[in-house]
């Protein structure tokens, strides 16, 4: 019954330090999502796969870096994070089609970049 | 590109009452879906409602029900009998029909308060 984990749930930056936040769905789902919440400004899309092996680039997508590992696992990676990355990001999951096209999300994890 | 707005930073409702939020969105398609998320203070996104804009029939689930206006590019929540739980911030979102291109554009939100 897990549906989307996001790991981890907080973490704490310094400036030009790096990681990787990871995302696993276990609902057999097609397309994966990573976004960012900022406060006054809703959910924005920073990237997508919507299958295995392919990614796109959406709304926001400077300064991160993402990948598919497999049909299960999309990760999100910081290579130098900056304070302006503070943010709460969401990873979700989809099927694809007229019917399934709901997105399910992950708890979110906490970011601060100091 | 599509925007979504939602024009009603905060609303506060007496539980037990009814409170419509509002939505509108701007597209130039004509197929295309409609979300209503609800995120409470544990920060989990829950979705409430869908909406598909070929269907003229406005969706419901339990206390939730949505008033779509096609023409007008309205896409208001009503929740009637408003419980403590309710409590929390909503999400408006619009989704293109395109096959493999599923993204949700999300407005800023509303703030629901249920007073007791």
């Known amino acids: 019954n897990a549906g989307v984990t996001q790991t981890p749930k907080f973490q704490v930056l310094k400036t030009g330090q790096s990681m990787t936040l990871q995302c696993a769905q276990d609902?057999?789902?097609?397309?994966m999502y990573w976004y960012r919440q900022d406060p006054g400004m809703g959910l924005r899309l920073i990237y997508y796969?919507?299958?295995?092996?392919?990614?796109d680039k959406g709304e926001v997508p400077n300064g991160y870096n993402v990948s598919r590992l497999n049909k299960r696992e999309f990760s999100l990676r910081l290579e130098s994070a900056a304070p302006s990355q503070t943010s709460v990001y969401f990873c979700?999951?989809?099927?694809?089609?007229?019917?399934?096209?709901?997105?399910?999300f992950g708890a979110g994890t906490r970011l601060s970049v100091l | 590109a599509q925007t979504v707005t939602q024009s009603q930073p905060e609303m506060s409702v007496q539980e037990a009452e009814t409170v419509t939020l509002s939505c509108t969105y701007d597209?130039?398609?004509?197929?295309?879906?409609l979300f209503w998320y609800k995120q409470p203070p544990s920060r989990q996104m829950i979705l409430v409602i869908r909406?598909?804009?070929?269907?003229?029939q406005n969706a419901t689930e339990n206390r939730f029900s949505v008033n779509f206006q096609k023409a007008a590019k309205s896409f208001s929540l009503k929740i009637s009998d408003s419980q403590l739980g309710d409590a929390a911030m909503y999400f408006c979102?619009?989704?293109?029909?395109?096959?493999?291109?599923?993204?949700?554009?999300f407005g800023t939100g509303t703030r629901l308060t249920i007073i007791p």
């Open positions: 979700a999951s989809s099927d694809r089609g007229r019917a399934k096209n709901i997105q399910y």
């Open positions: 909406q598909e804009a070929y269907k003229q």
């Open positions: 609902m057999n789902h097609n397309s």
């Open positions: 597209t130039s398609e004509s197929d295309y879906y």
């Open positions: 796969s919507a299958s295995e092996g392919t990614t």
């Open positions: 979102a619009y989704m293109e029909s395109n096959f493999g291109n599923e993204k949700l554009t």
